[in-house]
C-alpha cells in the first residue's frame, strides 16, 4: 500500500530516492501500526499530510543547519525522521517506548538512514550539544522549554540556569490550535520570544522558532 506523496511534493522539492524511503516508511507505519500504537488510527488515514508534511515543512528551518538536531519525544519519528530522510544531518530521535525504539530501528535499517536513535526518557539524557531542539506533539511549549534549559544544563561550560537560557540552542517546535495559550504560558523570567510561522498543513497550526540565525 504505497503512498505517492503528491501533496508533499508540491510544498517540498524532493528527489525520486527520497520518495522511495518516504513510501517506505509509510508501509512500516501501516504494517506496524496494527501490532502497536505508533499513531492515533484516525490520523493514519491522512498520514501523508498528518505526519510526513507535517514534519517536512520544517526542513527549511534546518536543512543548513551544522550541528546536532534533537528530536524530543519522537515517538514514530516524526518529525525527526523524516527530516533525517529528507537530508538533515546529525538528528538524534529520543523516545522512552522501547518498542516504539524498535520500529525506528527497523525503519533505519530499511530506508538506509543516518539517524541516531536513543532509548531514554529527556531527563535521563546524557548532554547531546545540540544545535537545534525539534519537537512535535508531545507537550506544551513551556514544558519543551524547561526540558530544553535542563538539558543545557548538563553541559560542563554552563554554571547557572540564567547560564543555561542565556545559551538555550535553537529550539522548533511544532504546535495546534492551542499555540497562543501555550506562548503566553511562558513565564516572563525566561525571556523566550519565539517566532511563529503558519503551518502548511493547517490553518490553526504555527510552527514556533527560537532562533540563533538559522534561516
Request: proline share 2%.
Amino acid at each position: 500500500m504505497k503512498e505517492n506523496f503528491s501533496n508533499l511534493k508540491k510544498h517540498i522539492n524532493v528527489s525520486h530516492e527520497t520518495l522511495e524511503k518516504l513510501a517506505i516508511y509509510f508501509d512500516l507505519l501501516n504494517i506496524w501500526q496494527k501490532k502497536m500504537n505508533l499513531v492515533s488510527k484516525n490520523s493514519l488515514e491522512n498520514a501523508e499530510t498528518r505526519h510526513f508534511l507535517d514534519s517536512g515543512q520544517l526542513y527549511i528551518f534546518c536543512k543548513n543547519l551544522n550541528g546536532n538536531i534533537i528530536d524530543f519525544g519522537t515517538g514514530a519519528g516524526f518529525p525527526g525522521a523524516v527530516l533525517s530522510i529528507l537530508g538533515a544531518s546529525q538528528i538524534f530521535l529520543i523516545e522512552s517506548n522501547q518498542k516504539k525504539c524498535n520500529f525506528l530501528t527497523k525503519l533505519k535499517k530499511e530506508t538506509n538512514s543516518n539517524f541516531n536513535i536513543i532509548n531514554s526518557r529527556i531527563e535521563n539524557l546524557d548532554f547531546l550539544e545540540p544545535s537545534l531542539i525539534v519537537s512535535r506533539a508531545l507537550t506544551s511549549t513551556k514544558n519543551l522549554l524547561l526540558l530544553s534549559i535542563d538539558h543545557m544544563l548538563k553541559s560542563k561550560k554552563i554554571k547557572s540556569r540564567k547560564d543555561a537560557i542565556k545559551n538555550l540552542p535553537n529550539l522548533l517546535f511544532l504546535k495546534g490550535k492551542t499555540f497562543k495559550y501555550e506562548l503566553n504560558d511562558i513565564p516572563e523570567n525566561l525571556k523566550i520570544q519565539f517566532q511563529t510561522f503558519p503551518s502548511i498543513t493547517s490553518a490553526e497550526s504555527r510552527i514556533l522558532l527560537y532562533s540563533k540565525n538559522i534561516l
